[in-house]
Structures are given as C-alpha cells and as structure tokens.
C-alpha cells in the first residue's frame, strides 16, 4: 500500500452496467483527466425503456473506441496505466460481461491488474472528484434509476445501508409517471422539466411511509396515485403540469424526511447525494434548506458525474488499487446483484 501511495498512479475506468458506456481516465495527482461517455438513450426509445440485448450489442460496438479516445485525450499509452477498472455488479449481466471482458483482456495484454468495482459505490465516491469533497464519515443518499438508499458512510468501504427502497427506486417512478403521462424516454428529466409549469397547490399527494417510523422507501404506490391522477385529468398541459409538480414534491419531500431522520440516528453533518436524480433541482433546493438547518453540509457530484460514467468507476478503481485490491486470476465474473453492504468483504477475498 505504501508503494502505491508513494508513486503517481493512473487507473482506467469502465463503465458498462446499464445503458451508457463509460471511460475515463484517473491521475492521481491531476484527477479526471480523460472522461468519455455514450449514452445510449436514442437506441432504446421507441421501446420505452431499456432492452438488454441491445445495451449489450452497444457496449460490443462503442466500448473500445471509446478507450482509444481516452488514451489520446489523456495523451498516454497503455505503459501509463498502473490498473484497469471495471464495473462488476450490480447491473444488467451481459452489460457487465461486455465491460468485465474488455477490462480483462487490456489488463492480460498489458500485463496490469484489473479491479472490480461496485456501481454503487462509485456513484458514492463521485463527489470526492470535486475540488470540495467531504471527508469520512457522512451520510449518503444514493438515488437512482435503479436504486434509492441510505447509506451511513463510516470510512472507505465500511458502508451500512440504513434505509432502502422496498419497491420503484424513485428515479424509477420518475420514469414509469412520465411515461403514464405520454412523455418521451427517459422520464425522469422531462417530468421534472413538466413540473417547472405546474402548481403542484392543485393536487394532494401522499408522502409515503413517513407516517411510521424507519427510514425505507416506497414509491409504487405514490406511481399508482399519480397514474390515478392523470386518468381522471382532462389531459391538459396545465393539469399535467400540476401532477407533475405535485408527484416531484411528494418524492423530494419523502425523501428530506428521511434524511433528516437518518441525520438524526447517525448524528452525521455532512451528506452525500449522489445517482442521476442527484440532479434534481428540486431535490438540491430541498437537502440544502435542510442541511443549513442543522449546521452540515451537502455534497453532490458534478452534473456528467450524476448519471453512471466511468469517471467514479476510474476513481473507485484507485482507492481500491493503493488499498492493495485487484482480482485474482483471469476468470470472468460478474454481480448483477451485489450487495453495497458485500463490497469490500468481496473485494478484500479476491
């Protein structure tokens, strides 16, 4: 560990697990200094959501130009990289197998390490890429497509999930209201854009499981209201609008609630909000009202550093290389379930 730390390292990151593919570059000394993404979003529109197979076939065709592109724009060779990152779960599983062979393969051709990463733990390590970071410990609110949890944060893999979504992720429900109100692939942002025109005043909507105690989530059933909502609407762009400013504030608030309950149970001051709803601005309005309250801080990624990308993996990647972390062997393996809670007792087994 001490010789990494001793020495300028340089780890190359990919990202695979979904629908964007990822690479960046990682100096340990200049930070971020390659950042390449495609986002496959027009490839899976007119499906209204995201196709497996097709994610696949993409990564297939965009992953290793992509790395080509990040070496000249970092203006280094492959004798330059001290490891190769990757991300290993959770995600969909021949997304991951495109990102996990590519790795593999660049770290046997160029006789370097590969390292596993965990998607999740890179979105909660991407604010450390901002010039303010926030120091251990804190609390971490993860919000996604495809995750929303609480996360007490106590060190650099020491992570207990303290709450969690038992159903939709509230990106999730983001996109399924969206697209129950006819706007286009992904969602999420377009509601949020919608919501800007709406007086959310016009409509009651419930702020689900703040009425008992704990700190889980639920937002299917507050999907279900919304989608209530706009059946019995006139289908008009104000009404439209007032649902969706009403359904946005029922989620941000929901979730303030629970972050000042979890700020309250760990006695943390300073949170991390970090996954692609972080950029909610609504979302940011809110924790920032809340965290001036109580005298802390909040932290967020910058905007391309929201949504997946290989800069948090690339980052991950080195602390877990000057950690002493790499996989063993050349076998392929991937975790399209892997637990945050599992990462680094996983990554410390390799």
């Known amino acids: 560990?001490?010789?990494?730390?001793?020495?300028?390292?340089?780890?190359?990151?990919?990202?695979?697990?979904?629908?964007?593919?990822?690479?960046?570059?990682?100096?340990?000394?200049?930070?971020?200094?390659?950042?390449?993404?495609?986002?496959?979003?027009?490839?899976?529109?007119?499906?209204?959501?995201?196709?497996?197979?097709l994610a696949s076939r993409d990564h297939v065709r965009k992953l290793?130009?992509?790395?080509?592109?990040?070496?000249?724009?970092?203006?280094?060779?492959?004798?330059?990289?001290?490891?190769?990152?990757?991300?290993?779960?959770?995600?969909?599983?021949?997304?991951?197998?495109?990102?996990?062979?590519g790795a593999k393969a660049?770290?046997?051709?160029?006789?370097?390490?590969?390292?596993?990463?965990?998607?999740?733990?890179?979105?909660?390590?991407?604010?450390?890429?901002?010039?303010?970071s926030p120091e251990y410990p804190f609390l971490a609110l993860l919000v996604s497509g495809g995750h929303t949890m609480l996360v007490d944060v106590k060190a650099l893999g020491d992570y207990e999930i303290i709450g969690e979504s038992i159903d939709d992720a509230a990106g999730e429900a983001f996109d399924k209201t969206a697209k129950i109100m006819g706007l286009d692939y992904p969602g999420g942002p377009?509601?949020?854009k919608l919501a800007e025109k709406g007086d959310g005043s016009e409509e009651k909507f419930p702020r689900p499981m703040t009425d008992r105690p704990g700190l889980d989530f639920s937002f299917s059933g507050l999907k279900t209201f919304a989608a209530n909502k706009v059946y019995a609407s006139d289908k008009s762009e104000q009404s439209l609008a007032n649902i969706a400013e009403a359904f946005q504030q029922a989620v941000v608030d929901t979730l303030v609630i629970k972050c000042k309950r979890?700020?309250?149970?760990?006695?943390?001051?300073?949170?991390?909000?970090?996954g692609g709803v972080s950029a909610n601005l609504s979302l940011r309005e809110k924790l920032a009202?809340?965290?001036?309250?109580?005298?802390?801080?909040?932290?967020?990624?910058?905007?391309?550093?929201?949504?997946d990308n290989g800069?948090?993996?690339?980052?991950?990647?080195?602390?877990?290389?000057?950690?002493?972390?790499?996989?063993?062997?050349?076998e392929i393996q991937v975790n399209p379930r892997w637990p945050l809670s599992e990462a680094m007792t996983s990554q410390l087994g390799r």
């Open 1 to 53: 560990m001490q010789d990494h730390q001793q020495k300028t390292v340089v780890i190359l990151g990919i990202e695979s697990s979904c629908d964007e593919t990822g690479v960046a570059i990682y100096h340990s000394e200049r930070g971020i200094i390659a950042h390449q993404l495609y986002s496959q979003v027009k490839v899976h529109q007119e499906y209204g959501g995201v196709v497996p197979e």
């Open 64 to 101: 290793m130009p992509l790395i080509k592109t990040s070496l000249d724009e970092a203006k280094m060779s492959p004798e330059h990289i001290d490891a190769v990152a990757y991300t290993q779960g959770p995600g969909l599983i021949g997304a991951l197998l495109v990102g996990a062979c």
């Open 106 to 132: 660049l770290a046997m051709a160029w006789d370097k390490p590969a390292i596993g990463v965990h998607h999740l733990e890179g979105h909660l390590l991407a604010p450390m890429l901002e010039e303010k």
């Open 190 to 192: 377009l509601l949020a």
């Open 262 to 274: 979890a700020i309250k149970q760990t006695g943390h001051n300073r949170l991390v909000v970090a």
């Open 289 to 307: 009202e809340l965290m001036s309250k109580h005298g802390g801080e909040v932290f967020y990624p910058r905007h391309e550093y929201c949504t």
């Open 311 to 330: 800069a948090m993996i690339a980052y991950a990647g080195y602390c877990q290389f000057v950690a002493g972390n790499k996989d063993k062997g050349q």
